[in-house]
């Protein structure tokens, strides 16, 4: 019984095809059609499909040849650190909308920090399709 329990255990797994970058790709450059392609040397880590990755932007150093895992890539960042957003706040019937200055990157749907520029304290807010950000509190 041991002896079928271990043989059981050390049979090799199925390689699942991989997704590997076909070039140097930098941190927060836009993954392009072709720049990824599908390997069946490196395992599977989930990262879903080359045409899936297109418009998305890589969040680490990609090397050539070398796996992609789902934590590397993600939603091209619209808003830069240290850039001049637009704030909006509403509450109730209350609306202001001001300038703030962007304390971290944020991507559409991210909650970043922002320093208002007029009272200079730290808030923080939904980043918009547009690129301005929606304060939270």
Request: some cysteine.
């Amino acid at each position: 019984m041991r002896g079928l329990i271990l043989a059981c255990c050390m049979t090799t797994p199925l390689a699942a095809e991989g997704l590997v970058p076909t070039r140097l790709i930098r941190p927060n450059e836009i993954i392009l059609e072709g720049d990824i392609a599908v390997s069946a040397e490196v395992p599977d880590r989930g990262a879903g499909t080359p045409e899936g990755l297109i418009g998305l932007e890589a969040r680490v150093l990609l090397y050539p040849g070398r796996p992609i895992g789902p934590a590397d890539f993600g939603r091209p960042a619209l808003v830069d650190r240290n850039q001049i957003v637009s704030l909006h706040y509403w509450a109730g019937g209350l609306a202001i909308q001001t300038e703030g200055r962007a304390l971290a990157r944020g991507a559409e749907g991210d909650l970043i920090k922002v320093m208002n520029l007029a009272s200079k304290s730290t808030l923080s807010g939904r980043v918009r399709a547009d690129g301005s950000v929606d304060v939270t509190e």
